[in-house]
């Protein structure tokens, strides 16, 4: 019993640990994008060229939006229209799972084709169009591995939601929310 | 049947006008047994994709500029070897020898080859008079892809990276001064408001090809298939009227726009040519066996 | 009318979806994968992450998330605290008071960001503190931004203008010249909304800003300074050819850091903490623009909004009539599509119509940026409402009727670009007398 309470203990911070690494990734590849286009800029003023730049800013662009997926659904981030979540009162708790359950499956449908259509580009060797000639699914790879994590943490916040009652969900500061109920 | 044809360019732009005019004829020819439903525009898939798209099933039918996917196979970019051919002429006994090399290319990549049509060739554009390529040097030169950043090396040209849909933008501001492009893009685009003169170099004239999803196509009987074939040599050959006849009609519009506009100059259809020489040469060494035949074969017809 | 049932399905799935608190972005592909299952033969989940590649992967995207950034390092910084105390003794007694520096700011912002998404984030996260704490109205403070932040779209440069422009072949230069105009009147119609609105409300009485000298008020003016160096910085950078239009939110958010750390509070807490929030705020309008794509593809082969389109062109109407229908017609398209969707997906058969009616296409176009801007504040698919529920906590339905009147207001805009298309056509045209060159 205490072994397993243990494990799920650990496994606990893991998941969350996963979630704030996405989060973290995605904020190294905003920064690579402020990077490239300041390259690019400079490059351009002094009469050189950075081949590829704005295809590896868009890279970079999928790559930082993918990875903070789940972050973002962890923190509260994503938005939803709470309209009759709020009317249902003390039966909010059926239509939060039925949400939830529906988030779960999405995203599980999301990521499987993710994963696929990446595998496909990998396959056929499908090469970039542009100056860069990277093969699609090096990069697709963000796409494949942010997906996944959004499926995961869906679950693992439905499961939570029914087992215990609370999603586990806690929005980032809130300070500058008005009071009252969201 | 219905299918789906994805298109990259506006549902005014002559190509996709043709590709209209094809999906028509294959209703009637077919008594309505196969219709194509033409998206313009990009509506389902933009560009970039389509290929792809057509290629594992998510669209049975579509429209790509084939050059755009030469860094998958060399022979996709046979049409856009810079300064190999200078006339419509050329160009079309060029890709009559191209042609089922590059049709069998795309059956390797589970497609159909059904037609394909030029675009007009492609000028310089330029924010002053040139005569030589020595003019060239530190102009700012829009590249976007390797062979126009190959090209603004070779000219000494100082290559800035803008994405298409930037190119007016960029014109405006100067952070661009010359591009390579058809009369058409200039004609458009209303390049004249930013750009002075339009040399026509001819440099190259590159094809929007039209192929089906190979499994599609195998699934179609007998009689269907001949109906699109028909349609199709019919859709290229009145797309290659209506490319000449837009040649004529944009190059007019730039000059009524104000822009100066005309053959280039001798010496710097030379330079052009030299640098023509050097990135045939170029392609040549990627495109192997294959590609060396078509090219010889085009040159002993000369 | 073939339409009906798909359309019928395509509505029941959206607001079962959306209703029951589903998160936007997944319920979009929810309705999208149903209507692909019923309608098309081809493979649904293929054709989805395709499409949501090529969306999330696109270059000109990058902008966004470096807006939002720069918007999260101001509100970090005293940068919002100061513009108000600058402004504050100046525009305190105009009617309406600080509320303008919602509409103003959107409008200079919008010069800078072709998105309106950007926009929002950037000036809603400075100036939505500033007026709370000043007592002003809260759907006075929403709702303003919302419709404001729309101007994005209009003053250029502007998404919406290149994607018409492409789609028509028309000149985007004359396009964003076209915008100008309009975008400055309709920046003036909402002010003097705020303006009447103030007076007539009973519930807008702000925290009376103290009287102060004309000396006092110049000096208050010095905390200006900053803010007007940055929008220098960043509208001079593109105007004067150093940055395109993307790039300009790379000298933003430099500009920005370089603000923090000038006043002293840029550390290494404050610059993560900044990070962060924009990875979030990005990654949930990512979401959202991912089964937005999904959506626009599925409708796409369904072929709804070139249906209806088409049977719009079979009524045969007169030039007004025509502009009426199609007044309607994009308003409903813009509840469920986002802007650019709406314009590609029915150009195709619109173009034709406008032409045969003679229309003038860049007068067309700053119309349909009218109207693609009310798309974005309409339920229940409004981009500007998500981003403001997003950033405020509010639900959707009181964001939706703060913003309401501003969508009437555009609704009153489209009638004076009717009654006077000089607004639009004026400019351009009198710069193309220009020689050529
Ligand atoms: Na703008
Ligand atoms: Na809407």
């Known amino acids: 019993m205490a072994r397993a309470a243990a494990g799920l203990r650990a496994l606990r911070r893991l998941l969350d640990a996963l979630y704030l690494a996405g989060g973290v990734i995605a904020a190294g590849f905003l920064l690579a994008i402020l990077g490239l286009i300041v390259a690019q800029m400079v490059a351009r003023w002094t009469g050189h060229v950075v081949p590829g730049a704005s295809d590896y800013a868009g890279y970079c662009m999928a790559a930082a939006s993918f990875f903070a997926f789940a972050h973002a659904l962890d923190r509260g981030a994503h938005i939803r229209v709470g309209l009759l979540l709020t009317a249902l009162g003390r039966h909010r708790r059926w239509a939060e799972i039925w949400a939830m359950a529906v988030g779960a499956v999405t995203a599980t449908f999301f990521a499987r084709y993710a994963v696929k259509g990446t595998y496909w580009s990998w396959k056929l060797g499908d090469v970039s169009q542009g100056l860069d000639r990277t093969p699609l699914w090096v990069p697709q790879l963000s796409m494949a591995a942010g997906t996944v994590l959004l499926a995961i943490c869906f679950w693992d916040h439905l499961i939570r939601l029914i087992a215990t009652g609370d999603d586990g969900i806690r929005t980032e500061q809130a300070e500058d929310r008005p009071a009252g109920p969201r | 049947e219905t299918w789906d044809m994805p298109m990259a360019y506006a549902a005014s732009n002559f190509h996709s006008e043709v590709g209209a005019e094809f999906a028509r004829c294959v209703g009637e020819a077919t008594g309505g047994a196969l219709e194509i439903v033409t998206h313009p525009s990009g509506a389902l898939f933009g560009g970039a994709e389509i290929k792809r798209a057509v290629q594992t099933g998510q669209a049975n039918i579509g429209e790509r500029l084939l050059s755009a996917h030469e860094n998958e196979n060399p022979l996709f970019g046979v049409d856009s070897i810079p300064f190999l051919v200078s006339s419509f002429d050329e160009h079309e006994r060029l890709w009559a020898i191209a042609e089922p090399h590059v049709a069998a290319a795309l059956e390797e990549d589970n497609l159909h080859y059904l037609y394909s049509v030029p675009w007009p060739p492609q000028g310089l554009y330029v924010n002053k008079p040139v005569e030589t390529v020595e003019d060239l040097k530190g102009v700012k030169f829009r590249s976007y892809s390797a062979a126009t950043a190959r090209m603004a090396e070779l000219t000494r040209m100082v290559p800035v990276q803008v994405e298409a849909a930037e190119l007016s933008q960029a014109l405006a501001t100067g952070v661009a001064e010359s591009f390579i492009s058809s009369g058409a893009t200039g004609y458009d685009r209303k390049v004249w408001e930013h750009l002075s003169h339009f040399y026509e170099v001819d440099a190259w004239l590159p094809r929007n090809a039209v192929f089906a999803n190979l499994d599609a196509w195998t699934g179609l009987d007998e009689a269907t298939r001949s109906a699109v074939g028909d349609c199709a040599a019919k859709a290229q050959a009145e797309g290659l009227e209506r490319s000449k006849a837009y040649t004529a009609f944009t190059v007019e519009g730039l000059k009524e726009g104000g822009m100066t506009v005309g053959r280039a100059p001798e010496g710097l259809v030379v330079g052009l040519k030299a640098i023509g020489e050097t990135m045939t040469g170029e392609w040549l060494d990627r495109a192997g066996d294959e590609g060396r035949a078509i090219v010889e074969a085009y040159r002993q017809g000369q | ?437």
Not at chain 3, 238 to 262: D, P, Q, S
Request: hydrophobic letters at 60%.
């Open chain 3, 1 to 437: 009318m073939e339409q009906l049932a798909p359309i019928a399905i395509f509505l029941f799935v959206l607001f079962l979806l959306l209703g029951s608190g589903v998160w936007v972005g997944l319920a979009l592909m929810g309705v999208a994968y149903v209507g692909m299952e019923l309608f098309t033969l081809r493979p649904a989940g293929d054709a989805m992450i395709t499409r949501i590649w090529s969306a999330s992967s696109s270059w000109t995207l990058t902008a966004l998330p470096l807006f939002i950034w720069m918007g999260e390092i101001l509100y970090r910084t005293r940068l919002s605290e100061d513009m108000f105390r600058g402004l504050a003794p100046w525009m305190a007694r105009l009617p309406g008071g600080l509320i303008h520096t919602n509409i103003v700011g959107c409008t200079v912002f919008a010069a800078v960001s072709g998105s309106s998404a950007a926009t929002l984030t950037t000036v809603g996260r400075m100036s939505i503190p500033e007026l709370r704490r000043r007592g002003y109205p809260e759907p006075m403070v929403i709702g303003t931004l919302a419709g404001a932040a729309t101007l994005g779209l209009m003053i250029p440069p502007s998404l919406t203008l290149i994607v018409y422009g492409v789609t028509i072949n028309e000149s985007i230069t004359r396009l964003f010249m076209a915008g100008v105009v309009p975008g400055l009147v309709l920046a003036a119609l909402f002010m003097a909304y705020v303006a009447l609105a103030s007076r007539l409300s009973k519930s807008f009485a702000p925290t009376p800003e103290p009287a102060l000298s004309l000396i006092e008020r110049l000096k208050a003016a010095r905390h200006l300074l900053p803010v007007l160096c940055l929008i220098v910085v960043v509208i001079g950078s593109m105007y004067l050819g150093y940055a395109t239009a993307t790039e300009a939110a790379a000298f933003g958010v430099l500009g920005a850091l370089a603000l923090a750390a000038a006043q002293g509070s840029l550390s290494a807490a404050s610059f993560g903490a900044s990070l962060m929030g924009a990875v979030r705020t990005s990654a949930m309008i990512a979401l959202i623009l991912a089964g937005a794509a999904f959506l626009s593809l599925s409708m796409g082969f369904t072929g709804i909004p070139r249906g209806l389109a088409d049977l719009i062109a079979g009524f045969d109407l007169s030039r007004v009539q025509l502009i009426l229908a199609l007044l309607v017609f994009y308003i409903v398209l813009g509840c469920f599509l986002d802007g650019i969707s709406s314009v590609v997906l029915t150009m195709a058969v619109v173009e034709p119509m406008i032409r045969a009616a003679g229309i003038d296409l860049i007068w067309f176009g700053i119309f349909i940026v009218v109207v693609v801007e009310m798309a974005q504040i309409t339920p229940p698919i409004g981009f500007n409402l998500f981003v403001l529920q997003g950033m405020t906590g509010h639900g959707m339905g009181f964001i939706a009727r703060a913003a309401l009147p501003m969508f009437l207001i555009m609704v009153v805009m489209v009638f004076v670009l009717i009654a006077v298309p000089g607004l639009a056509t004026w400019l351009p045209d009198s710069l193309r007398q220009r020689p050529g060159g």
